[in-house]
């Protein structure tokens, strides 16, 4: 089980730059997926970025894909989302979440895998 808690959102014009963080704590002694999802009103949640805690390998959404950078820094126990170049459909609630997968070897998207969840952070392009 890992406590989540975001962080830094608020209000950007467009092509604007953000940086979101995560304080994440209970993860460090098992392998996990950790990743950031966003949900804007009346749309479904949708994972943004997602990172698996071994190796930092990161899986990103066509959307995020070249605008985008997810990262941990083990040290402070902090999860990261870059965004740069931020876009009026960026508008969302942003979630960081976590499962546990030690045997895959990677993560995936399927939001009914995360078990842990933070209670969001907003971010507003405009």
């Known amino acids: 089980q890992v406590q989540l808690v975001e962080s830094g959102g608020g209000s950007v014009q467009a092509g604007g730059s953000l940086t979101l963080s995560c304080a994440a704590a209970g993860y460090a002694g098992r392998s996990y997926c950790m990743g950031w999802f966003r949900q804007a009103p009346g749309k479904e949640r949708e994972g943004v970025a997602l990172l698996w805690t071994p190796d930092h390998s990161t899986y990103y959404s066509n959307s995020a894909k070249g605008r985008f950078t997810i990262s941990l820094d083990a040290a402070k126990n902090t999860l990261y989302l870059q965004m740069n170049s931020l876009k009026p459909e960026d508008t969302a609630m942003y979630y960081c979440?976590?499962?546990?997968?030690?045997?895959?070897?990677?993560?995936?998207?399927?939001?009914?895998?995360?078990?842990?969840w933070g209670r969001g952070t907003q971010v507003t392009v405009s």
């Open positions: 979440a976590a499962y546990s997968e030690p045997s895959e070897g990677a993560c995936f998207f399927t939001l009914r895998r995360y078990t842990d």
